[in-house]
């Protein structure tokens, strides 16, 4: 039984796994699922996924990974060649850091500018299975964590092709997602940030990382 | 040279490291900061971690890791045994999924929480070097996250002793320091929480764990 990968081409946290199903060049059955449309709400997906939740992984054994944490962490373990979370233990602990403040310090930020002033997120400001309402502030302060970080990240490119370890690496895939991302908030890299801009082009024509 | 590790005894952040180290019997150097008397804003420190945060953790080459997410990462590839992070792709997947789920729906609920509420805090919501208003509605919604995680929790560990992959491992590190540390904004696993307690019963007998 190959892998079958619940995918929606429009969202960011598919994207991330996506990406690095094809730097793997790892076989697997894609199956598209229309967020759009409350596709993953219905009862042929939350059989397989009852966390009503993109991206998914079914495993050749029955389990189903819904989380880019662990989704990672599988492939790279089961899939080790390319390696994209470091080999010795200096890259590894690069990459986590930087994979860590992109999520944190970025991912959240756009998460809390998005979920916090959306009309359609409206009583939905975190996701799970609770309802949470929104928070005006929250997204102002996403908004502003957003602007730190790319000052940051770019400054730390000047230097580097990569964001860590000097290799091609997940703390690149997550980053370069959040910024194709950030734009549902109106943030793009500025012409201030010229080295994210070189990164990103760089990136940008990999196959893995088109649309 | 050995690694040196920089602790503080009272924070949750630094204990982290401090029980994967003391698992791992890994030989180390120890140096407490005094975080209550502002002992990481000093020259001394700044001149080790210029972020003035603590874990930090010195390895022999000189490199300084300077946050939970690195130093796990180094110590699970350098030290391997026992293992923290799971051997098989499977175990490596559930641990990170499950560490995924305590830091974001459980620390950040508690981080929400104190850092949005406590008045020392006001205009430090969140660490780093940028200031953040506080956001009393945040702070709420960190109590709730806080509730609504120990009952997940609770419910998990009902035919569980571990988190994750039926082994001990950094995601029940964590847990066990974000719940003692849960206490500060007031919250603690009630009576129906048995499940809870009786993990964090059998988790404070090892000698690791003990403050």
Not at 25 to 46: C, K, T, W, Y
Not at 61 to 68: A, M, R, Y
Request: negative net charge; charged residues 25%; aromatic residues 8%.
């Amino acid at each position: 039984m190959p892998l079958v990968f619940y995918d929606c081409k429009t969202a960011p946290s598919p994207r991330r796994a996506r990406i690095i199903l094809a730097e793997k060049n790892v076989p697997h059955e894609l199956v598209e699922i229309d967020l759009r449309s409350g596709e993953q709400m219905g009862e042929a997906f939350r059989a397989i996924n009852p966390g009503a939740t993109v991206p998914a992984l079914k495993l050749d054994d029955g389990t189903v990974l819904t989380d880019n944490a662990g989704i990672a962490v599988w492939l790279e373990a089961a899939y080790p060649d390319p390696p994209l979370m470091g080999t010795t233990p200096l890259e590894k602990a690069d990459i986590a850091t930087w994979q860590w403040k992109v999520e944190q310090e970025f991912g959240m930020g756009v998460a809390s500018a998005l979920r916090n002033s959306t009309p359609a997120m409206k009583g939905r400001a975190l996701p799970g299975p609770h309802d949470y309402e929104q928070i005006p502030e929250l997204a102002e302060r996403g908004m502003k964590m957003i602007g730190h970080f790319l000052d940051k990240l770019d400054a730390h490119l000047e230097s580097r092709d990569y964001i860590a370890a000097n290799m091609l690496s997940v703390a690149d895939i997550t980053g370069f997602v959040f910024v194709d991302f950030a734009k549902v908030v109106g943030k793009r890299p500025t012409e201030s940030h010229a080295n994210i801009r070189r990164w990103h082009a760089s990136l940008a024509q990999r196959p893995a990382f088109q649309l």
